[in-house]
Nanobody, 121 residues
Framework: QVQLVESGGGLVQTGGSLRLSCAAS????????MGWYRRAPGKQRELVAR??????TNYADSVKGRFTISRDNARTVYLQMNSLKPEDTAVYYC????????????????WGQGTQVIVSS
């Protein structure tokens, strides 16, 4: 069983920044990547960014150039969010999943509780 705990959300004005953290604990499983997802009100959950155990990253077009995913070890992942926009308002979740050889990320059933980000206009 893997536990994921997100933190760092909050209320910020347009153009501001936040840094989200995700700490993983518990027994290991065959995960080789981690991802940040978000779910905005009335919308489906979307993959925002992912990072492999080797450090390769990929981003949704909507956040490229503004968000940066990083990790300082195999179990802590960050999402630096700059130049925030009202449309970034959502609950952000981290996930420990699998990345295939083509770079496609497959989420596992291991999710954190989420952290709320609100960007005011």
């Amino acid at each position: 069983q893997v536990q994921l705990v997100e933190s760092g959300g909050g209320l910020v004005q347009t153009g501001g920044s936040l840094r989200l953290s995700c700490a993983a604990s518990g027994s290991t499983f065959n995960s080789n990547a981690m991802g940040w997802y978000r779910r905005a009100p009335g919308k489906q959950r979307e993959l925002v960014a992912r990072i492999s155990n080797g450090g390769s990253t990929n981003y949704a077009d909507s956040v490229k150039g503004r968000f940066t995913i990083s990790r300082d070890n195999a179990r802590t992942v960050y999402l630096q969010m700059n130049s925030l926009k009202p449309e970034d308002t959502a609950v952000y979740y981290c996930n420990a999943g699998l990345l295939d050889v083509r770079g496609t990320y497959y989420p596992s059933d291991y999710w954190g509780q989420g952290t709320q980000v609100i960007v005011s206009s």
